[in-house]
C-alpha cells in the first residue's frame, strides 16, 4: 500500500508541479502572416522548377542546373502523414500548405509512407485509394508552383501495395528483403514505380517521374539487410529470414568449393553444417563477434549493390533522370560500402530515440552537446565526400527537455560540414492550425514537430543557418580512408570508431577510397589526437585550436562555431546570425556584436538580421527564445521526466523564461513579441543607440519564441 502511495504522490507531482507558471500558447491559426518576420519568401526565395531550372548534382553537389557553379542547400519539409495525423490535404488545403512551406524557407519535400497512404483500409492488392492519389497528385502540382522540389521513397511501407493490413506504419512486412532477395519482390516494386511515379499527374500534365521538380528518389527507405533483420527480430520474426539464410547459403556455394574449403576459412563449423546441403546457420546474437560476419557482410553489399543497380536500371528505363540513394540507415561500415556506388548518400539519425506513443514509453533526457553531438558525428561519418549527401531523417526529440539544442547544432554544423540537405523529421513540419480533429493533432508527440514551438523555432533558425547559409563551410576537409572491404571484421554492426569522429568539430568529414591520408584505413592504428597532431604538424589546424581542444572547447576553422560539451554550451558568430543553446551561464557570453548576460531557464537564443545587412547594422533583426514545452495535461512516471503516462493535451504549455541581453547599433530601436502566426504585437520595450534589455517570453498576448527588434 505504502508503495502505491508513493507512486501516486510521484505521477501527481509530475503532473503538476513543473506546469504551475508555465504559459498556455493562445494561437490557434499557425499560418504566417505575409510579410511578417516569419516570412521567409523574400530572403530566401525559390524560383521557378522547369526543364530549363530544376535541381542537378554538379560536381558532388545540388545545385539549379541554371547555375551549377552555386550549390543549393535543401532545407526540406519531410511530408509522413497517416490517417491518424490527417492524411494528405484536400486541394484548398494543399495550396495554403505549399505556399506556407515556402513562406517558412523550405524549398524541398520530402514524400514518405505514400504507399501506405494510398493502401490504407484497402483489402485489395495494389487497390490504391483515387481519392488520396488525387490528393498526391495535387499537393506534388502546388510544390512545384511555389518552387518546392520533390524526394519520394520508392517504398516506405514494408507491406507496400498488399492489400488487408493495418500496420502499414509498423515496420511489419516481408516486402524489402523481398525485393534484395527474391523476384517477386522487385516486381512488386516496379508495380508501384509505375502505378505512382509512372502514371500522369493531371494537375502537372506529365508523370512525376519525368517531372524536373523530382530531385531524389530513395530506392527503398531503411532497406538494408542487416536493418530489416533487426526490425524482424524486434517482432519476433528470429535473428534472421529463412530466406536469408538460404540466399547466404547459395551465395557461400558459390564463394568456396566445398564445406571443408569453408570451414578451413571459418576456422571450424558446428556439427552436421554443410555447404552442399546449404544448412550453415547464422547467429542467433548479432552483435557477438563471429568467424562468418565477413562473409556475411560480404554478402549483404553484394546483394544490396546488386539491388541498388537493378531498381536503378528500372527507373532510368521509366526515364527517371534524377538523383538516387537508398540504404538511408545503418551507419556500419557494411553500410557504408553498400552506399559508396550511389549518386547521393542519404542517411537517417536521431537523438534520445522514442519507442513510441504509449504510455511506458522512455528518453534519457540527455543533452546532445553533453553527449559530443554523436548523433551528429555518426551521420558525418558516413557521407561518402565526393558525392552530395542529405539527411532524410533527424530529429532530437520531443519531450527531451534539452531539444532546443537541435535547431542549432544541427543546421550549423550541416552546413560548416558542407551537407546538401536536412529534413528534420515530422507529421509535416508546420501546421495551419491547433486543435485538428486527428489523433495525431491533440498534442505534441515525438517525431512530429508541427506543434512543438522549441522545435518550430529550430526550424527558423536552421532556415537561415543552412539554407541562407550564415554558417561558412570548412576550409578544411578531413578523408577517412576506406580500403575496398579490408576494413571489415568479424563484427556485423562495426561503426566507426567514436574518437575520429570528433574531428568533426575541426573539419569537414568523410570518407573516401585509399588507405593513407587523413583518418587511414587502419582505424586501430590510429585516434583523434594522432589526426589532430598530424592535422597540426601540416599547418591545417593552429597549435592554439589544439590547446582549446584539450582543454573541453572545440571551435572550427572558420572560427564560427565554439562547442562545450562539458558546459553543455554551443555558440555560434557570423556575420548575420548569432545564437547560443545552453543549459546554464557561469557568465556573460559574448557573441560578435551581442552579449548574452543571463538566463533564467536553459534554452535557445539568437538573433538574425532579416534585411541585407550585418547583424550589427540591421533595421530588422529576428530574435528566437526557445525554452521548453509541454502538452497539458503531460504526466510521467518518474521526477526526471524520463517515462510518459500520458502525453496530456493541447493547449501547449511554454516554460517561462527571462533573457538579459545586448545587441550593438545605432539609431531608434523598438522591440516587439512576434506570433507563432508571424503576427506582430505591441512594442514591449524602446530605446536609442544599443539594446539592453530584459526579455521575458509570456508576452500580454501569450507566450511566444520570437521577437523583432526594428530600427529607424
Known sequence: MRSVLALALVLLGTAGAWAQDWAPVREINLEVAPGSPLDFSTILPNGVINDSRHLVISEGRFAMSDTPDQPEPLMCASLGWSPASGGFPDHADADRYARQLAMHGYNIARFHFVEAALMADRDTDFDFNPEILDRVHYLMAALKREGISWIMDGVTSARGGDGGFDDRWDSVGPLKQSILLEPDGIVHWTRLQQMILGADNPYTGIAPIRDPALALIVLVNEG???????????????????LLLKRFNEWLARRYANTAALAEAWGGLPPGQSLEAGTITLPTYRYDAWAGNRDLQLFEIETETIGTANMTAILRSMGYQGAISNYNNWPTLQGSISRRDLDTVTMNVYFDWVSGYNAGARIEQKSSIGDGLSYIR???????????????????????????????????????????????????????????????????????????????????????????????????????????????????ATQEPEGPTGLMALGAIGLAPGSVGGVPADRSSTSFGDVLEQLVRG??????????????????????????????????????????????????????????????????????????????????????????????????ADAEAKEIVDFGQLPVLIEPGTVNFTLAGEGRWTIAPVGLDGVVGTVVASGTGPVDLSLSNVTPNGPTTYFVIERD
Open 378 to 492: 555518426v551521420a558525418a561519418a558516413t557521407r561518402w565526400l565526393d558525392k552530395p549527401f542529405l539527411i532524410t531523417e533527424y530529429d532530437h526529440l520531443f519531450w527531451n527537455k534539452y531539444r532546443y539544442e537541435a535547431g542549432l547544432a544541427f543546421p550549423a554544423y550541416a552546413a560548416f560540414q558542407g551537407w546538401d540537405g536536412i529534413c528534420r523529421h515530422a507529421h509535416g513540419p508546420i501546421a495551419l492550425r491547433y486543435g485538428e480533429d486527428f489523433p495525431h493533432k491533440k498534442s505534441m508527440l515525438p517525431y512530429a514537430i508541427a506543434l512543438d514551438p522549441v522545435g518550430r523555432a529550430g526550424e527558423t533558425l536552421a532556415a537561415l543557418l543552412f539554407r541562407r547559409g550564415d554558417v561558412a563551410k570548412s576550409g578544411l576537409t578531413i578523408p577517412f580512408r576506406i580500403d575496398g572491404d579490408k576494413g571489415l571484421n568479424d563484427y556485423v
Open 224 to 242: 538494408s539487410l542487416e536493418f530489416d533483420s533487426i526490425i524482424g527480430e524486434n517482432h519476433g520474426d528470429g535473428t534472421y529470414s529463412p
Open 539 to 636: 599547418g591545417a589546424v593552429d597549435r592554439a585550436t589544439a590547446n582549446e581542444v584539450a582543454q573541453g572547447a572545440f571551435n572550427t576553422d572558420t572560427g564560427e562555431i565554439g562547442v562545450f560539451p562539458d558546459k553543455r554550451l554551443m555558440q555560434v558568430v557570423t556575420a548575420k546570425t548569432v545564437a547560443a543553446a545552453f543549459d546554464t551561464l557561469d557568465g556573460a557570453l559574448t557573441l560578435g556584436s551581442a552579449t548574452l548576460r543571463s538566463s533564467s531557464t536553459p534554452g535557445l537564443f539568437a538573433l538574425s538580421a532579416l534585411d541585407d545587412a550585418d547583424l550589427a547594422d540591421s533595421k530588422r533583426v529576428l530574435v528566437i527564445f526557445a525554452t521548453d514545452a509541454r502538452n497539458s495535461g503531460m504526466r510521467f
